[in-house]
């Protein structure tokens, strides 16, 4: 079992030398691109643990250059920029730390590798080069990368530190691990493992059973941060060989974790023929201080999925070099969310809502809009659009006369909105946040150039019903109502006509979600939830919406991947496409028994 902590308290005596290994994992936020600060990052964090006594540093997965860095790894000036920042670092780097860094790997005439590079002394000593390079989901390393031949141990001191990036641990059965079997004292996993609901139980399977395999310990460090449509939950850790939780870091932030790996006993013998050996000095310093065990808590269910997504808008707008945003604020459930994350994630005063009401939009409707900006303390403006509706339905009934009726006419209030949005965002330097949830997406329940207008779209992969829990688990944790309870009981309507609700077009949306769930999700046909005892006519309602609507989805602004099967980066449809998937109009007929 490996002992560890966070620094605190007491001192180790003369007799400590040499008996450990202490290892620090260097937690971080780095962003996809920016070289020179993703390297001082990491220099703070081996400073940090130098003063701590650490031996030894290890950094995420391509922690330089960010994660993922896709096609900027096939630029040649981008690689030759990693490896003179990558030789900046060595030298900048406190000299006995044995620092470990993930960052892509020029190879001559070949794609590069995702690689760790070993740097003491101020000079790389080793590089090992990741094996399993995965494909799919979100993943696209094997068109990028060229994948490495064998694993690496590092024997420091009188510690075996086998390395593994990431998906090297998820294939327990290939090379990456099987050959390790005897010939390591700890694995040391650098990892970007990006982040979906239940996330870190899957993990914490999966590096149970390499670690069965192999026979020894692992430690996992992981990325954190928003980066695009993902989010990196950090939560990094260490298991002993049977797989208890023995070290795990903070979620959602930074954090630097350190553990002390003991000495084997007996005496470490030699790595399997199949491994490359990189000996290295430890410090083994007599006088440091000890480690108390620390297992940070881990926020679970509604407050996970809002620490997920508050992170990747607050990193989403940060890093894209921006600081205020402004959205849509209709009085809905949706909107009303979407203020109150952003408040949570980038503070009040950066948030700007606009009502923009037409004739359609009740008194109720526009009063629980600005109740929700005066809770929250947003910057909240009336901008009437029922002017501007009038001025174009006159314009365009000249040439296509009836265009106030129907779609048209609906469709028309959302992009005179879009519109709105787009000229304060040109005006202020303000980023357009989108208000659309998953449930809309997956069915085109949506128009766009209207609220599919937006940089960012913080609710694109949360059903309606987690909007719901989250909206109302935002309210309890606020000890008052953010979101007002009129507000949660309203019927959905997007008010584009009289008397509308999203139910006339759709199924309720417990149903809807559940069917988006299953097919989407899981893959399964949607002939089985009808057999399954689902009404037909709703799994055919929303399947033919999610397969006629991926034109829209290619168009919507990007948003947080928090579900195992996101609309974006994990799945690729084609949008032109003419087949249908079979829906049978009742259940089958059981055949034998009682019916």
């Known amino acids: 079992m490996i002992p560890e902590g966070r620094a605190r308290g007491g001192r180790r005596g003369p007799g400590a030398r040499m008996r450990t290994v202490r290892i620090a994992l260097a937690q971080i936020n780095p962003t996809v691109g920016a070289l020179a600060d993703n390297a001082r990052r990491i220099l703070r964090a081996a400073h940090q643990a130098a003063a701590l006594g650490a031996d030894l540093l290890a950094t995420p997965e391509l922690a330089l250059c960010g994660y993922p860095p896709d096609d900027l790894v096939i630029r040649r000036a981008f690689l030759d920029a990693v490896v003179r920042t990558i030789r900046w670092l060595a030298r900048a780097l406190p000299r006995k730390l044995i620092t470990i860094v993930g960052a892509p790997r020029p190879v001559p005439n070949h794609r590069p590798q995702n690689a760790a590079w070993v740097l003491q002394d101020g000079r790389l000593v080793g590089t090992y080069a990741k094996m399993q390079l995965p494909s799919g989901g979100v993943f696209d390393e094997e068109r990028v990368f060229a994948p490495g031949e064998r694993p690496l141990v590092l024997r420091v001191g009188p510690v075996r530190i086998a390395l593994h990036i990431c998906e090297d641990s998820w294939h327990p059965k290939a090379p990456a691990c099987t050959t390790l079997r005897g010939a390591a004292d700890l694995v040391l996993n650098m990892s970007a493992s990006p982040f979906q609901l239940g996330k870190f139980a899957l993990r914490h399977s999966v590096i149970t059973e390499a670690a069965a395999i192999v026979g020894a310990p692992f430690a996992y460090v992981n990325l954190v941060g928003g980066q695009d449509e993902l989010v990196f939950d950090g939560g990094s850790f260490a298991i002993d060989r049977q797989g208890r939780l023995v070290a795990r870091a903070r979620s959602f932030e930074e954090d630097l974790l350190l553990l002390d790996v003991p000495a084997p006993s007996p005496p470490a013998g030699a790595p399997a023929p199949q491994t490359a050996l990189l000996a290295l000095s430890a410090l083994g310093r007599s006088r440091r201080r000890s480690l108390a065990n620390s297992i940070a808590a881990r926020p679970r269910g509604s407050a996970e999925a809002w620490a997920a997504l508050r992170l990747a808008l607050r990193d989403y707008v940060h890093k894209n070099g921006a600081s205020d945003v402004v959205l849509g604020l209709s009085g809905g459930v949706d909107s009303a969310l979407v203020a109150a994350l952003a408040a949570d994630a980038l503070g009040a005063r950066h948030v700007h809502a606009l009502s ?22 947003l910057d909240f403006r009336v901008v009437p659009i029922e002017p501007m509706r009038q001025a174009v339905l006159e314009g365009l009934n000249a040439v296509a006369p009836g265009c106030e009726r129907g779609l048209t006419g609906e469709n028309l209030q959302a992009r005179l909105r879009g519109l709105v949005l787009m000229a304060m965002s040109n005006r202020y330097g303000w980023l357009v946040l989108a208000t659309g949830n998953k449930s809309e997406i997956a069915t085109g329940y949506c128009t766009i150039y209207g609220d599919l207008v937006g940089a960012f779209a913080p609710l694109k992969d ?14 309890r944790t606020a000890g008052r109502e953010v979101v007002p309870a009129s507000v949660l009981r309203r019927a959905p309507s997007a008010e584009l006509r009289p008397n509308q609700t999203d139910q006339q077009s759709l199924p309720p ?16 046909p949607p002939a089985s939830l009808v057999a399954r005892g689902l009404p037909a006519d709703a799994v055919r309602n929303v399947v033919r919406r999610i397969e006629t609507s991926e034109y829209k989805r290619r168009q919507a602004p990007p948003g947080p991947k928090i579900t195992p099967r996101a609309f974006g980066r994990d799945r690729r449809m084609p949008i032109t496409c003419a087949w249908r998937a079979p829906v049978p109009r009742r259940p089958a007929a059981r055949r034998g028994g009682p019916r």
């Open 356 to 377: 923009m009401p037409t004739r359609f939009n009740s008194p109720q409707t526009q009063r629980d809009a600005r109740r929700v900006a005066e809770r929250l303390g």
């Open 462 to 475: 949360v059903p309606k019903t987690l909007v719901y829990r989250l909206a109302r688990w935002r309210n």
């Open 509 to 524: 949306y417990s149903l809807v979600d559940e069917i988006v769930e299953r097919v989407e999700e899981r893959d399964e």
